[in-house]
């Protein structure tokens, strides 16, 4: 089934109740952006599929564990690991933060990148491209935070966050996503958008809900225009509580199995245990019967033999 064709002003219409939606759950606060160019990129890779809390706590490790950057950019893979092991993908934060500060280092000569300030989209898309280490999400979240551009950077939770809400069709690309993603917000509301999404992606309580692997979306497609009611219903019964629930219900039925069964067998096993101590008792009073019997019996004489 195709979706239907929704138009600017309605996306941006149902993008409004949803974020008024996500802000009653969720801090509108901004974080603060206020780093140069060069570390606002290595947040970036910090960033990519957490919270921006975790990513502001991994670059700070990173600047405080090693003296400097040139320190980190002739680091190895394994020794730069340990920072990002909170994160996740340690492995391949760790190859682009590194590749990025050669490339810049090769570049320029030092770890300065604040001319890309002054440059329009273009040619800061044109200079960051030629970093292939960076992902579609790092090169567009420093285009939004540096140049301010109208974009709404998408890193992989925030795709299937947002094909789950019907802010994107479920054949979206990574590639794709974030330049896809403004046309339903105003860029004025992009950085609000982006912080909201980012929030609702990497919730833990609805990390199984976005999980699009185990739980795909219907095949007759998601309907943008439902988005607000359905975002209702999944903060008031998420996926996780309702698996909670179910393992407290087969818990509470095994446990009253358990409970019919111990008393059921408890009744016959004294049963037997008592019909086997009065068997015993029978059996040995008999054996004692016989064997007093025995010898009441007396022995012919020798006498009587002659």
Known sequence: MVAKKISTSDKQAICKKLMTLLKKRYSAALPKYDRPVLETILHGICLENTTNELADQVLEDLLDGFHDLNEIRVSTISELEPVFASVGDAEWRSYRIRSVLQYVFDKEFCFDLEGMRKKTLEQAQKQLTRMKALT????????????????????????????????????????????????????????????????????????????????????????????????????????????????????????????????????PAKKTKSVKKAVKKTAAKTSATKKTTKKKVPKKSSSTKK
């Open 136 to 267: 579609p999400f790092v090169l567009n979240h420093t285009l939004q935070v540096v140049l301010g551009s109208h974009l709404v950077p998408a890193d992989e939770k925030i795709l299937n966050a947002s094909k789950w809400l019907g802010l994107l069709p479920a054949d979206e690309s990574i590639e794709t996503a974030s330049d896809s993603l403004k046309s339903t917000a105003r860029k004025s509301d992009a950085p609000l958008l982006s912080h909201l999404l980012r929030c609702l992606a990497t919730d833990e309580e609805l990390q199984a809900d976005f999980n699009l692997d185990k739980n795909p979306l219907p095949e007759e497609g998601v309907d943008l225009m439902d988005a607000p009611s359905r975002l209702e219903d999944l903060f008031a019964n998420p996926l996780s509580k309702q698996k909670k629930k179910t393992v407290k219900k087969k818990k509470a039925a095994v446990k009253g199995k358990k409970a019919v069964t111990k008393v059921k067998k408890k009744v």
